[in-house]
């Protein structure tokens, strides 16, 4: 059994290592198994390690600066498993953990009759789960098995009620787990002419979605950069003045002023930028990287502010609350992931989740002759954004 590492985003990205030892010291410093390059400056010399505990491993934090998380969720030290993401550092390296076993690995498992049997375990099966408190279910599961008196070598399949990070949801339970961390975006900014006069005064609104416990924020370019994609007048040009979030459950008045944290150069794609606020307690998204596993039909949910506070006046609500979408996957393309699904002005930047509440893609924009198609942008350009190392411009 061995531990593999690979590297989602950054000039690694795809590479795979693999580790058939005890303990991996993952980390700047030379002396590290995993070794991440001096210019990673989110990772500390010692960063964390994993280490084999029986049939599983651990993830421990050597007492890192800036903290090291599973799937979003900052740790000390936890269980890892199959396909969780670890994040080395807000904004830092991510990286997907995996589990091989060798063909002669077995693993043991009880027959209905009660012999012992070896079963082969596929080459990249989810880890065993402790579970605690779970033997009166086995036990009770075993029974009746054994009652039902079945010939041969009928294996016992327990589904327990714990739900795991693979196991799929419906759209409310997807809506439920992400949308504390589906913010509205309010940008204002101004148009100037050539002498620097204020020509006009405008604003757009927009969704975005938290992605790390720093406060990071993943929203469309376009919602704060609105005078590149809609041209002013000949030789006016636009700047930004204020950036104000609002979290489902706030009004308007309780918005957290935000900065710019990553935009793309002018006129480049992808249509991303990330912003950062400072605010305690911000619940954030897990995401899901690899394009390999979205396919064509898969279900889809978004959640967003459709039409933004214009909406929250015509319905008399006070207090911000996300809407939710639904549709499926029509093509998985090279820069856009086309949806069937119905989206409306104020839901970019929103966060298009899977079954297992993971944000696969960002919702960038609609086809204006075909109002049920929308085209969303790879979540990965947005780590791959966090991860440049050029500093944001306002």
Partial sequence: MRA???????????????????????????????????????????????????????LQDLGSTNGT?????????????????????????LL?????FDEDER?????????AAAVR??????????APRRNGWLITAIVIAMLLGAAGGVFLSVRLPVRSNNEEMNAAEVAEQNRPAVVLIRAEFELVDESGEVKQTDARAGTGFVISASGLIVTNRHLIRDWEYHKPPQDWTGRLTRVEVIQPGQRRQDAALAEVYRVNPKDTEPDVAILRVKSAQMRFVRVEPDLSKVSQGDDVAVIGYPFGLDLLKQTHDEQV?????TGIV???GQDFIQLN????????????????????AILTANVASAQDIALATPISAALDLIQASAPATR
């Fill in 4 to 58: 593999v590492l690979t590297h989602l985003v950054g000039t690694d990205k795809g590479r795979r290592e693999r580790f058939d030892k005890e303990r991996i010291s993952i980390g700047r410093a030379p002396d590290n198994d995993l070794r991440f390059g001096d210019g990673q400056r989110r990772v500390s010399s010692h960063h964390a390690a994993i280490v084999r505990r029986g049939d599983g491993f651990l």
């Fill in 69 to 93: 998380m599973i799937n979003g969720r900052r740790v000390i030290t936890s269980e890892l498993n199959h396909d969780d993401m670890i994040e080395f550092g807000a904004g830092g390296p």
């Fill in 96 to 100: 997907r953990f995996a589990v091989e």
């Fill in 107 to 115: 693993v043991t498992v009880v027959s209905a009759a009660g012999a």
């Fill in 121 to 130: 375990r596929p080459t990249t099966e989810r880890l065993p789960q402790p």
């Fill in 321 to 325: 609350e996300p809407s939710l979408s």
């Fill in 330 to 332: 029509s093509r998985v």
């Fill in 341 to 360: 699904l119905r989206a409306y002005h104020g839901n970019s930047g929103g966060p298009v989740l899977n079954r297992r509440g993971e944000v696969i």
